[in-house]
């Protein structure tokens, strides 16, 4: 069983910027799928950004430019930069560890981080 648990969320200004968190449990950090996920109230979680194993990112079309996400194997950690942000940014944010092959199928959630922008 993989742990996962975000940080740094709060409240900040528009305009502003934070740096979420996301540590994971285990040996196999480095196998994982990691992505950053929101939900806002009334709507669907939907992926704000996510990272492979070499290190390649995705990002939604309404972050990218002003987001990035990055990982550090050593540490289990992947961090969400996040700047320039605007009200409607402010939502639960959610990390999520991922790995599927053809005999693994595994799915591990945090309990997530609030990140509220508002003047």
């Known amino acids: 069983q993989v742990q996962v648990v975000e940080s740094g969320g709060g409240l900040v200004q528009p305009g502003g910027s934070l740096r979420l968190s996301c540590a994971a449990s285990g040996s196999s950090f480095r196998s994982y799928v990691m992505g950053w996920y929101r939900q806002s109230p009334g709507k669907q979680r939907e992926l704000v950004a996510s990272?492979?194993?070499?290190?390649?990112?995705t990002y939604a079309d309404s972050v990218k430019g002003r987001f990035t996400l990055s990982r550090d194997n050593a540490k289990n950690t992947v961090y969400l930069q996040m700047n320039g942000l605007k009200p409607e940014d402010t939502a639960v944010y959610y990390c999520?560890?991922?790995?599927?092959?053809?005999?693994?199928?595994?799915?591990?959630w945090g309990p997530g981080t609030q990140v509220t922008v508002s003047s």
């Open positions: 990272i492979n194993s070499v290190r390649t990112t």
């Open positions: 999520n560890a991922a790995r599927h092959t053809m005999t693994i199928n595994e799915n591990y």
